[in-house]
DNA sequence: ATAATCTATGAAAACGTTTTTTTGAATTCT
DNA sequence: AGAATTCAAAAAAACGTTTTCATAGATTAT
């Protein structure tokens, strides 16, 4: 069995608790105490127990991440990797750990991660990415844990005022920006294939589409949007569905990069020239957006900051729990590549 | 502050250890006693403290996962999120949870795996990629704990041997297959782009590369095998170096789907067409290799499967440690896209 | 020189469980 | 009927820390 402190107090020939104030950098300790203290921890090769360290000071430094929520979104958009990494990377600086939950459907998270919470074992949670409604959320204020939400949406008044801690992008403003930027270069049908309203981040998504419509006079036409999953097949069939119409779109926006991806391949299957003939554009930046032919024009999405703001939130709500909500907003911007260009001449 | 065991017991009027057996399904209980414990846990809304649990038990369901072995490589190569699916998953399944270590560098990363096992926080690991003579191995064994590595290479004596468990593919045969399959097709000059060989998996790929090589009476040219970090921009140059070659390779191999799509972009550039002009193939079948174009052709690697197999057996070795090392492979192959074919006849 | 104040250390309580031991009552055996 | 056995429940010990409180010796102030 590994030395405990109570081993090492015998060995030093001292008392438990002035093991402790060594090993916690206490004050008031003599240097000749303290060295022979080191040195029988040295020889035990002593480690203190984080779990008996954890009951007595009542914290377990651990911190649940839910990517399951979007599950199906995260593990089809695989730089949801980049996220992660902030996350860790940022958490640790912290000296927290990262314990992911994805297992299961979202029922079955959501008790997963509440257990972790009521249990004990985490001190706070990040959410990345909501869906409307979502009783986590509730649950989680309920049980008054620490959290943050990346990927929540902002610029909506109804959800800005909630009472949530989140980093995140305006992906309302990014859409709309996005689209206004394929109408000003001419485009009057830009069509759109999008995910699940279900999400929040879709939702705001779809809704800059459908205002930057909107606002520029363009009809809002049923069949120029269309929804698709995040699984391959899904994408292909709505690019199909979408190039297949008798009056094609001159340009397609999808809400990431992957369904574009997808897009560009049907385009290329239906010798449909990008972007001569159709103009595609993505969302997310994601790294295989540098490597479609041609490469992806798309909004750019800080993946990584979003991860490490989360992280630096956290631990901010964990150790100033008083502290009114923060909700954060990193920038975005469209990076042009080669898939977006002017419609077509009118023939 | 949340209701522990003697609110229970006091509310329950009876004491902490009938509430103790009674959260824990111990026998011995009558059911009217047991139905008062019951009302009272719910009345109080008592969730038992995994960290006291821990502690009385001597163990904290948690195990440790690293990818940083492989960071560069696990977040460039994004698809790496389908081996932490299957790896969370089949960890939640037996009841465990997943801590991920990512922070930093190697060294870093070793500390902070290390503090973890030796403080108790994790009762395993599973380490994703090692590299050659990876101190972190010898660590582990030397504090006796239960792990497994994934991707782990097999079929080569000197580590077959090796006295850890594991799960992974067989990446030397894979590779030899996959080159010899290029070769059957009739190519002569058949290039290669891998990665650093201080990690195992590329060391074995590129063994196997070698070998088919060799084995088929080819010259193993220098000028035919560059090695590539995972950045994109090196990917791109060694593709560039190999497709400016006096004398082109009718083939190139990439040890992964990301280099080879960047093959595939450097070679429309220079106004290749694949595969009329040069072959190009991958290795893993990420996500993305369906969606380049040309479709690449690639080995599977099932990496779903190597998480969940990894998860199955560390709790296996948690719970059953004098049972001798496993060394589980599984099945890949090689899935014929577009992006292969003959070489072009001769001029 | 005595009292008051520090200071380094030890003793013990606390953290919230599980588990072992003890107790007392009910049941069974002879 | 008394002893042996079973059983439900309580009491207490243990898990490995931190932290509060007490104590004795040294230091300072009066």
């Known amino acids: 069995m590994a030395a405990t402190i109570k081993d090492v107090a015998r060995a030093a020939n001292v008392s438990i608790s002035t093991v402790s104030r060594v090993t916690s950098n206490a004050p008031n300790v003599s240097s000749e105490i303290r060295k022979r203290v080191l040195r029988a921890i040295a020889k035990l090769g002593y480690t203190p127990s984080v779990i008996a360290k954890s009951l007595a000071m009542r914290s377990l430094r651990h911190i649940a991440v839910l990517m399951g ?25 912290h000296g927290y750990n990262l314990v992911l939950c994805t297992n299961g459907d979202q029922q079955a998270e959501m008790c997963h991660c509440m257990n972790l919470v009521l249990t004990g074992a985490v001190q706070g949670a990040v959410v990345i990415g909501s869906f409307r409604n979502d009783p986590l959320l509730e649950r989680l204020v309920e049980a008054r844990t ?155 999405v800080p993946l990584l900051h979003l991860g490490s703001n989360a992280a630096d939130l956290v631990v901010q709500a964990i150790t100033h729990p008083d502290e009114p909500n923060k909700n954060i907003l990193l920038p975005s911007y469209i990076v042009k590549r080669d898939s977006v260009a002017a419609p077509p001449a009118r023939p």
């Open 69 to 93: 929520r979007t599950k199906e979104q995260a593990f089809a958009n695989p730089d949801f990797m980049q996220m992660l990494d902030g996350l860790s990377t940022g958490l640790n600086k």
């Open 146 to 300: 620490p959290f943050v939400l990346i990927g929540f949406p902002s610029g909506q008044p109804d959800i800005h005022s909630m009472p949530y801690n989140s980093v995140g992008t305006d992906d309302y403003a990014d859409c709309y920006e996005a689209v206004r930027y394929l109408i000003g270069l001419g485009h009057r049908r830009v069509g759109i294939i999008y995910s699940s309203l279900e999400y929040t981040v879709n939702r705001m998504r779809y809704m800059g589409y459908l205002d930057a419509v909107a606002d520029h006079h363009l009809a809002a036409e049923p069949q120029l949007m269309v929804e698709a999953t995040y699984a391959k097949e899904s994408a292909r069939s709505a690019a199909m569905r979408l190039l297949s119409l008798p009056q094609l779109p001159t340009a397609v926006f999808c809400t990431d990069d992957y369904k574009a991806a997808n897009v560009l391949s049907v385009a290329a299957e239906k010798n449909l020239r990008v972007p001569d003939d159709v103009s595609v554009m993505g969302h997310n930046d994601y790294d295989i957006s540098t490597m479609t032919y041609p490469t992806l024009t798309t909004v750019h």
